[in-house]
């Protein structure tokens, strides 16, 4: 069963406009969450995180909400840029000791147009 | 960038051939893992590990293994490969749980 799911295989929005991408979970033990973002032909690159502690996390054009009571993730880019066009991963990260795993989201593919 | 180089970047093999696929970093680092991409599943995690000589199973493992004899070295092992192991892989690495990953650009691995 898909712990991580991001429902939206893509989106696309126009340049300037707010983007915002979302992500659903299953387990109430994942105690941090990530966004990664991916380019054609290169590897998934850190973009943000948020604890569980906590429901919301800023990075300049980036941000992060978490609604532990619903399941659910979501990261905002304002204002979109055509060079975030790229698909983008949620992660969670389940309390489990020592180990660092990751459960990954499907992916979703944001196109912004100029 | 984390420094992280994966080899080969690409492969064209044949079903039933032994393939290892090469994972270095340079930031010693002590998590490394290995995933594979592939369309509508995401990255799945196969094996991490945790310290040399330390490894264990993630949620894809059947039909691979690990090995860790450096920090600096994470090797996947298909031994015998099948086309459904045709995928994209991935290699990643953390200082510790806590820190978030950092993946290398990936080895497209095709089974024919």
């Known amino acids: 069963d898909q712990q991580v799911k991001q429902n939206s295989p893509s989106l696309s929005v126009q340049e300037g406009r707010i983007s915002i991408l979302n992500c659903d979970y299953t387990n109430s033990m994942f105690d941090y969450f990530l966004w990664y973002k991916k380019y054609p032909a290169e590897g998934p690159t850190f973009l943000i995180s948020i604890s569980s502690i906590k429901d919301k996390n800023e990075d300049g054009r980036f941000t992060v909400f978490l609604n532990k009571s619903a399941k659910h993730l979501s990261l905002h880019i304002v204002p979109s840029q055509p060079g975030d066009s790229a698909v983008y991963f949620c992660a969670a990260r389940p309390f489990s000791g020592n180990t660092g795993k990751l459960i990954f989201g499907q992916g979703t593919t944001l196109q912004v147009k100029p | 960038d984390a420094g992280i180089t994966q080899s080969p970047r690409h492969k064209v093999t044949e079903t039933g051939t032994p393939v290892t696929l090469r994972c270095h970093q340079t930031e010693n680092h002590r998590y490394m893992y290995w995933y594979r991409q592939d369309p509508g599943h995401g990255l799945r995690l196969i094996h991490y590990?945790?310290?040399?000589?330390?490894?264990d199973k993630g949620e894809v493992s059947d039909g691979y293994s690990v090995s860790r004899s450096k920090t600096e070295d994470f090797l996947l092992t298909l031994e015998s490969a099948t086309s459904s192991q045709t995928s994209v892989y991935f290699c990643a690495i953390s200082g510790s749980e806590g820190q978030p990953q950092h993946f290398g650009d990936g080895t497209r691995l095709s089974i024919l």
């Open positions: 590990s945790y310290g040399v000589k330390d490894t």
